[in-house]
């Protein structure tokens, strides 16, 4: 791998299961920028938000972004927020490539729904909450330079083949058949 790919897409997505298969079949290290953010506060991102705020919360992502994307090409998960942020995917753009893994309203909440782990869902109607997110983040998920789609019964094997053989198909990708 030449670059790390930076995998954008909102929570239950399963940008953290799909991109530790995929960086283990490849052989690349993997990353969640969450979990190096927890690390670094000594705290969980719940936590965060209810201590600090999500403004907060959102510039040390920013921080830690940064300080990922410059270090060993990886597979990076991001939290669902992070690539929201103008500066966040323009610095993705100059040092990685961004991965969208788009999943329709209905399958994203069949995994997220029993989860408390979700600080963005700790709503009245938390259904509806996932769904106002979809709806206004999809436009900026957009934008990742490429796109895999999640289905309903597709295993975690069978996604993690599909954004291999995508990022294989994309020569901006970084990633090369060598890289397998």
């Keep these: 791998m030449k670059k790390t790919v930076v995998l954008v897409g909102l929570m239950g997505a ?54 990922l994307l410059l270090g060993k090409p990886c597979i990076l998960s991001t939290g669902g927020g992070a690539y929201l942020a103008e500066g966040n995917r323009a610095l993705i753009a100059k040092h990685g490539v961004a991965l969208w893994l788009r999943a329709d309203l209905e399958l994203l909440w069949s995994r997220v729904r029993h989860k408390s782990t979700r600080p963005l869902l700790r709503t009245d109607n938390p259904r509806e909450t996932l769904a106002g997110l979809h709806t206004a983040r999809t436009p900026i998920y957009q934008n990742a330079e490429i796109v895999v789609d999640s289905e309903e019964g597709l295993s975690l094997e069978d996604m993690a083949q599909r954004v291999i053989q995508t990022l294989l198909a994309d020569s901006n990708s970084g990633v090369t058949k060598g890289a397998r």
């Design 14 to 67: 399963g940008k953290t299961a799909v991109g530790t298969l995929v960086a283990q079949k490849l052989g690349v290290p993997f990353l969640d920028s969450d979990h190096e953010i927890e690390r670094a506060a000594n705290m969980t991102v719940a936590e965060i938000f209810t201590r600090d705020g999500e403004a907060f919360f959102r510039a040390k992502e920013s921080q830690v972004l940064e300080r």
